[in-house]
């Protein structure tokens, strides 16, 4: 059981690119987010969904979109990078029965 | 809105001994979750330990508990015989019922002393 996958791990992109970050999770879970983790920040919810169709805007959402077309598939979108989006960001699932969080590897994004 | 307050950015502890981490958080809810998550160098995000609010026992998963204060909102862990192992950064996570979004404190990064 994979759980919650991310790829890529590692990522340079220079001001002004484009990417998307993607996450799959193979446990049927309706709720997936996306988080940001900056140091001594903790973690900031960027985009979260509840089901298949439905996304919503978290604390940070600027500067990302999301889709959520399928349950398992919820990619992360990054629009004209710029410097301030270097981060880590986590992709992370939960069923509606269960209030915890199961989290992905992380992908650690530097915008050079 | 709620908030969740981790006020110790780090902690060192003797290997053996035992540790105990601050989380206060704040909430107009009554029904909700708690969680501490353990996050190791290797940046993996593990679950800890939970506990539910309506739940008046403190939970404990092996070396782990929490101190559980519903009326002064405060929700600390504490780490018995300390590993090294157990050196890592700790989140504490809030998550009301019916609420989709879990918010996390700032995290406290742990030291083991050998």
């Known amino acids: 059981n994979a759980g919650v996958t991310q790829t890529p791990k590692f990522r340079i992109l220079k001001i002004g690119q484009s990417m998307t970050l993607q996450c799959t999770q193979d446990m049927n879970h309706n709720y997936m987010y996306w988080y940001r983790q900056d140091p001594g920040m903790g973690l900031k919810l960027i985009y979260y969904s509840v089901g298949a169709g439905i996304t919503d805007k978290g604390e940070v959402p600027n500067g990302y979109n999301v889709s959520r077309s399928t349950t398992e598939d919820f990619p992360l979108r990054l629009e004209l990078a710029a410097p301030s989006q270097t981060s880590v960001y986590f992709c992370a699932s939960s069923h509606r029965n269960l209030p915890e969080a199961f989290f992905g590897q992380g992908t650690r994004l530097t915008v050079v | 809105a709620q908030t969740v307050t981790q006020s110790q950015p780090e902690m060192s502890v003797q290997e053996a001994e035992t540790v105990t981490l601050s989380c206060t958080y704040d909430t107009s809810e009554s029904d909700y979750y708690l969680f501490w998550y353990k996050q190791p160098p290797s940046r993996q995000m593990i679950l800890v330990i939970r506990?539910?609010?309506?739940?008046?026992q403190n939970a404990t998963e092996n070396r782990f508990s929490v101190n559980f204060q519903k009326a002064a909102k405060s929700f600390s862990l504490k780490i018995s015989d300390s590993q090294l192992g157990d050196a890592a950064m700790y989140f504490c996570?809030?998550?009301?019922?019916?609420?989709?979004?879990?918010?996390f404190g700032k995290g406290t990064r742990l030291h083991i002393l050998p």
């Open positions: 996570a809030y998550r009301s019922v019916g609420d989709d979004k879990i918010i």
């Open positions: 506990q539910e609010a309506y739940k008046q």
